[in-house]
């Protein structure tokens, strides 16, 4: 048995454009952005969805958006995914890339949130 | 004065995949499909994501996930964005379609929540 729930929407842009992109969205969902410290790559846009992280990541690759899954078991979420049909894509540190058929990115990665929201929102698996 | 807010997350796919994405989907995050008989393009996924609609939408394109922004006054929004560097990709219904700098769609539709949601969430522009 193991949870998950959906974490962030994930704006890739490409890396020269991602400054850019970022002060667009900031300005055009009237939210402010937060820059990541440890990871520069990222650029928060605060509370710009309702219960979702949302975030511009510059990227080595053409424009998408892409959906985080967060999980207290990435193998049993991989593998959970992987029997509906998604394939895997490529793994970055403890992330999981998976294609959904259909053709669209997600990711599946430790859990990010504080303790008592994944424990009020995951899903549970058996 | 004018009013906006994020409406839905359309995970766009292409037509011959579309209802094997849209079961992928409602699997892979634990909701129920909801067809809309007037659209048949759009399979809804019944609360996949909190607040936002979540829908597989049967493109005639390349996959690619896109957020639709809702508003009472779609010539001013999209005056608004376009102000804020995006560009205009084309119009479909009283839909107006862009693209975001670093390369994303989104689309600025008429208000589609019910008017008290939209009244509660929606932005304010001056």
Same mark, same amino acid.
């Given at each position: 048995?193991?949870?998950?729930?959906? +974490?962030?929407?994930?704006?890739?842009?490409?890396?020269?454009?991602?400054?850019?992109?970022?002060?667009? *969205?900031?300005?055009?969902? #009237?939210?402010?952005?937060?820059? /990541? @410290?440890?990871?520069?790559?990222?650029? #928060?846009?605060?509370?710009?969805? @309702? &219960?979702?992280?949302?975030?511009?990541?510059? /990227?080595?690759?053409? @424009?998408? +958006?892409?959906?985080?899954?967060?999980?207290?078991? $990435?193998?049993?979420?991989?593998?959970?995914?992987?029997?509906? &049909?998604?394939?895997? $894509?490529?793994? *970055?540190?403890?992330?999981?890339?998976?294609?959904? @058929? !259909? !053709?669209?990115?997600?990711? $599946?990665?430790?859990?990010?949130?504080?303790?008592?929201?994944?424990?009020?929102?995951?899903?549970? *698996?058996?």
């Amino acid at each position: 048995m193991h949870r998950s729930r959906v +974490y962030a929407l994930l704006i890739d842009t490409p890396e020269a454009e991602a400054a850019r992109a970022a002060e667009f *969205w900031s300005a055009a969902l #009237g939210v402010s952005t937060r820059p /990541v @410290p440890a990871e520069p790559q990222f650029i #928060g846009l605060h509370e710009a969805l @309702p &219960g979702l992280v949302t975030a511009v990541q510059a /990227v080595d690759d053409a @424009p998408r +958006y892409h959906l985080d899954i967060e999980t207290d078991d $990435v193998p049993a979420e991989t593998a959970r995914l992987l029997a509906l &049909g998604a394939t895997e $894509v490529s793994q *970055w540190l403890e992330c999981r890339i998976l294609r959904a @058929p !259909g !053709g669209h990115l997600l990711c $599946v990665l430790p859990v990010e949130s504080p303790p008592e929201v994944f424990a009020a929102q995951a899903r549970t *698996w058996s």
